[in-house]
C-alpha cells in the first residue's frame, strides 16, 4: 500500500451497491481509502446539499444519509484525513453528454471536490439498454473489472503529471468488460439532447430518447464525442473544468446599460 496517498470515495447509488464496492478493493490495494458514501441510492440529484445530515458507521467507512455532495463536504471537512484525490463511483449506467454534467450525483461529488481544489475522477460503467428495466439489472463486482482498472491506473499515474492544473475534474464512462482491455479515447461531452414529456391524464411521463440511438453501427454522435467513444467499446475521459466559465457580451452590456433608464419610462 502507498501510504503517502489518500483516496476519498463516494458515489450516488448508495454505499451498497457493487460498483463502490469494486472500486473499494481495487483502490486499496494503492492507497488508502475512506469510503463516505450516501446510505441510500441519490442517482440524478445533481448537486443538491443538505444542511444537517446523519451519519453511521459503515463496514466500508461512512454512511451518510445526504446527498453525494453532502459526502464530500462531510468527507473533506470532517470525516476523514485530507485526501489527494476524489473518487465518485462507480456508477451503474454511464453519465454521458452536456446535459447530465449537472445532474449526475456521480459527476457532482467530483465537481464538488473542484471547488474544494482537490482533483477529482468520477467513473461510470455504460450497460446497454434492452428490454430489462434499469433498476432490475444486476451487475456482479467483475462486471467493473473495466472501470476499476482505468480508475486505477488514474488514480495511480495522474497526480504524478501536472494534468489536473489543467482539468479540475475526469468524467470517465467505460464500457462493460470484454477480453482485452479498452482503449482510451480523450472525449468532449455530446450535445446531443432528446428528453421529451408526454401528459396521461394527471401524469406527465419524462422520457429520455437519447438512449435509444446508441447502435454503433449507427449513434449519430459525432468522432470525439463520449457518446461515440463508449458506443464503440472504448473508454471515454473527458477532462473538465469548475466552476463554470463566464461569458461577457457587449449585447448583455448593452441591455445591462439601459436597464434603469428603461424601468424608469414605465414607471411614468
Known amino acids: 500500500m ?13 454505499i451498497d451497491s457493487t460498483g463502490i464496492r469494486a472500486l473499494h478493493d481495487a483502490l486499496s490495494e494503492r492507497a488508502n481509502v475512506t469510503v463516505v458514501a450516501p446510505a441510500n441510492d441519490q442517482s440524478a440529484c445533481g448537486r443538491s446539499i443538505s444542511h444537517e445530515v446523519d ?3 459503515h463496514e ?16 473533506l471537512s470532517e470525516l476523514g484525513p485530507e485526501p489527494d484525490m476524489v473518487v465518485a463511483g462507480c456508477n451503474q449506467g454511464a453519465n454521458l453528454g452536456e446535459y447530465v454534467l449537472g445532474r449526475s450525483g456521480t459527476i457532482s461529488a467530483a465537481v464538488e471536490a473542484a471547488f474544494f481544489d482537490v482533483p477529482a475522477i468520477a467513473t461510470s460503467l455504460y450497460v446497454p439498454v434492452d428490454d430489462t428495466p434499469f433498476d432490475e439489472i444486476d451487475l456482479t ?9 482505468v480508475t486505477s491506473y488514474l488514480v495511480e499515474h495522474a497526480l504524478e503529471t501536472e494534468l489536473f492544473e489543467h482539468a479540475a475534474y475526469l468524467n470517465v464512462n467505460v464500457p462493460l468488460p470484454d477480453a482485452d482491455p479498452a482503449p482510451i479515447e480523450i472525449t468532449e461531452p455530446s450535445k446531443r439532447y432528446e428528453m421529451g414529456a408526454r401528459r ?28 461515440r467513444a463508449v458506443a464503440e467499446g472504448r473508454i471515454s475521459i473527458s477532462p473538465l ?5 463566464t461569458n461577457h457580451h457587449e449585447i448583455l452590456e448593452a441591455l445591462a446599460e439601459t436597464y434603469l433608464e428603461t424601468v424608469a419610462a414605465a414607471d411614468r
Open 241 to 245: 473544468t469548475a466552476p463554470h466559465s
Open 141 to 149: 463486482q467483475s462486471d467493473f473489472e473495466e472501470a476499476t482498472r
Open 2 to 14: 502507498n501510504d503517502a496517498r489518500e483516496i476519498l470515495l463516494t458515489n450516488d447509488d448508495g
Open 55 to 57: 451519519v453511521r458507521e
Open 200 to 227: 396521461d391524464g394527471d401524469v406527465i411521463h419524462l422520457t429520455d430518447r437519447v438512449w435509444e440511438s446508441m447502435d454503433p453501427e449507427s449513434i449519430p454522435d459525432p468522432d470525439g464525442t463520449d457518446r
Open 60 to 75: 466500508l467507512g461512512y454512511a451518510v444519509d445526504g446527498t453525494p455532495a453532502d459526502c464530500v463536504v462531510a468527507g
